[in-house]
C-alpha cells in the first residue's frame, strides 16, 4: 500500500507519517508490535480479573475466538508477519510477541497448578503449547475461511484438553 493511502487511511498527511517513522518498514514493524501488544493487553486484562487462572484462560480463549469473529485484521498482519520470517527484523519481532504470548499462557498454567486446580504432576509447557496450538487452529479456520467447521459450540470440548479438569492433566516426563 503506498504511503499516502496509509496516511490518509490515519488521516494525517505523509510528512506527518514519516516524521513518526522514518520509513515504511519502520511502520511496519511498529504496526506488527502495536497488534501484538493489543492482543496480549486483553490477555492480561482477562487474566488480571478472572476469578481462577483456568478461568482465564478459558476466557481468554473465548474472547480471541470471539474477536477473530468481529475483526480479523490483527489475524492478518501476524500471520503475514510470519509468513516474512526469513527477514532477521521480522523474525525478532515475531519471536519477541510470540513468547511473550506463550510465557502468560505457561504462567496461568502454573498458577492453576499451584492453585490446585490442575494435578501437580501436570506439565504446564505442554498444556501451554496446546493452548497455543488450538489458538493456531483457530487462526488457519478464519484465514481460509472454514470457521464454520469448528463452531464456537465445539470449543468446549477442545479446551478440556488443553485446561484439564482438576486433578488431572500431561504428566510431566520422568527424567
Do not use: N
Not at 69 to 79: A, E, G, N, T
Not at 82 to 102: S, W, Y
Not at 106 to 124: K, P
Not at 140 to 152: H, K, S
Request: proline share 6%; with cysteine; glycine share 6%.
Amino acid at each position: 500500500m503506498p504511503t499516502t493511502a496509509i496516511a490518509a487511511a490515519l488521516g494525517v498527511s505523509e510528512p506527518a507519517l514519516f516524521r513518526h517513522f522514518p520509513t515504511k518498514r519502520a511502520l511496519y514493524l511498529a504496526t506488527i508490535d502495536r497488534s501484538a501488544d493489543t492482543i496480549l493487553g486483553h490477555w492480561q486484562r482477562i487474566a488480571a480479573r478472572a476469578p481462577s487462572a483456568l478461568d482465564a484462560l478459558v476466557e481468554m480463549g473465548r474472547w480471541y475466538f470471539d474477536e477473530l469473529q468481529s475483526d480479523s485484521r490483527h489475524l492478518r498482519l501476524r500471520f503475514r508477519s510470519c509468513t516474512e520470517v526469513g527477514d532477521p527484523e521480522i523474525l525478532e519481532h515475531v519471536r519477541r510477541h510470540f513468547r511473550a504470548v506463550f510465557e502468560l499462557v505457561h504462567r496461568l498454567f502454573e498458577s492453576a497448578r499451584a492453585e490446585g486446580a490442575i494435578a501437580q504432576d501436570t506439565d504446564t509447557r505442554a498444556h501451554a503449547w496446546l493452548f497455543t496450538a488450538v489458538g493456531t487452529l483457530l487462526d488457519v479456520t478464519q484465514i481460509i475461511g472454514i470457521r464454520e467447521d469448528l463452531p464456537l459450540a465445539g470449543m468446549p470440548a477442545i479446551m478440556t484438553l488443553i485446561a484439564p479438569k482438576p486433578g488431572r492433566g500431561i504428566p510431566l516426563e520422568e527424567t
